[in-house]
T-cell receptor, first 115, second 114 residues
Framework: EAGVVQSPRYKIIEKKQPVAFWCNPI?????LYWYRQNLGQGPELLIRYENEEAVDDSQLPKDRFSAERLKGVDSTLKIQPAELGDSAVYLC?????????????FGPGTRLTVL | AQSVSQHNHHVILSEAASLELGCNYS??????LFWYVQYPGQHLQLLLKYFSGDPLVKGIKGFEAEFIKSKFSFNLRKPSVQWSDTAEYFCAVNARAAGNKLTFGGGTRVLVKP
């Protein structure tokens, strides 16, 4: 079974530029999460989707961050414009309530560097 | 709001030594508890989890963790570490009443010297 796929793995941009991350969850997983992991810290939830509905986006900085999960499968996370403080690893995770309740499976992450 | 605290940021030990990583959480209701591991260059992987039942849970690679409800703790242990256990370890808690939000601790970097 393929795991959670994310791309790109690395991204370097200058501040004020836009950037987008893509996530393909494990097949059949209805719940999808985006996390941000700053250096030396644990992941922090940005947004959670149940199918195509964003059910928890309270931690998403909505002035510059946006996300979508069209058709309830793949998801994209966008930052526009990026700031220096956005440098972090952006993780995607997925979960299937019917198989592994409360267990999330993580992708490799996208390491963003904003110069 | 729930929070998770991991006591040590860095741990250095030699092969065959015993390992114990502390984890405390703050939430008064029913919780599910997890330990995730991130090996160098790899993604986060589930090491073990506690949902209910026996408070001593066994995970992969010889790891175990004990849930002590009265102490709000979920410490991770391994009796004899190997060089391949070098990784970063994250404790996490999920409270159903808090919307199934998974909250992570800050992580502990473990370096096992050969």
């Amino acid at each position: 079974e393929a795991g959670v796929v994310q791309s790109p793995r690395y991204k370097i941009i200058e501040k004020k530029q836009p950037v987008a991350f893509w996530c393909n969850p494990i097949s059949g997983h209805n719940t999808l999460y985006w996390y941000r992991q700053n250096l030396g810290q644990g992941p922090e939830l940005l947004i959670r989707y149940e199918n195509e509905e964003a059910v928890d986006d309270s931690q998403l900085p909505k002035d510059r961050f946006s996300a979508e999960r069209l058709k309830g499968v793949d998801s994209t996370l966008k930052i526009q414009p990026a700031e220096l403080g956005d440098s972090a690893v952006y993780l995607c995770a997925s979960r299937n309530e019917r198989e592994s309740a409360d267990t999330q499976y993580f992708g490799p992450g996208t390491r963003l560097t904003v110069l | 709001a729930q929070s998770v605290s991991q006591h040590n940021h860095h741990v250095i030990l030699s092969e065959a030594a015993s390992l114990e990583l502390g984890c405390n959480y703050s939430y008064g209701g029913t919780v599910n508890l997890f330990w995730y591991v991130q090996y160098p260059g790899q993604h986060l992987q589930l090491l073990l989890k506690y949902f209910s039942g026996d408070p001593l849970v066994k995970g992969i690679k010889g790891f175990e963790a004990e849930f002590i409800k009265s102490k709000f703790s979920f410490n991770l242990r391994k009796p004899s570490v190997q060089w391949s256990d070098t990784a970063e370890y994250f404790c996490a808690v999920n409270a159903r009443a808090a919307g199934n939000k998974l909250t992570f601790g800050g992580g502990t970097r473990v370096l096992v010297k050969p």
